[in-house]
């Protein structure tokens, strides 16, 4: 049974920092595209940051770029996120995703948001002035 379970999030300050997790089970962690995703009250999910399990390749959005960092740890099949420099409307339900590719790179598995059905429950990060 394929799981992914985030942990991590929290209430933190404006300028704080938070590091999610997100713990892949039940499938092979090899060669998938994986995915940050958030979902603020009202509005559309969006792609945070993703990358390429095989190489380690990544993507941002550009309003997290400089801030946020995905990482993996491929042994324990754990994707993270490390946010910094934390705003106010990064306020949301962060969610991670994968979906099986042969070969990819960041840039083209943030562009593939329509294609992953692997999905955790998300945690919530709120972020305040």
Known sequence: QVQLQESGGGSVQAGG???LSCAA????????????F???PGKEREGVAAIYTNGGNTYYVDSVKGRFTISQDNAKNTLFL???????????????AAVFRLSGNG???FG???????????TQVTVSS
């Open 17 to 19: 920092s938070l590091r």
């Open 25 to 36: 089970s039940g499938y092979t962690y090899s060669r998938h595209c994986m995915g940050w």
């Open 38 to 40: 958030r979902q603020a």
């Open 82 to 96: 490390q946010m910094s420099s934390l705003k106010p409307e990064d306020t949301g339900m962060y969610y991670c």
């Open 107 to 109: 840039a083209y598995c």
């Open 112 to 122: 593939q948001f329509g294609s992953y059905y692997y999905w955790g429950q998300g």
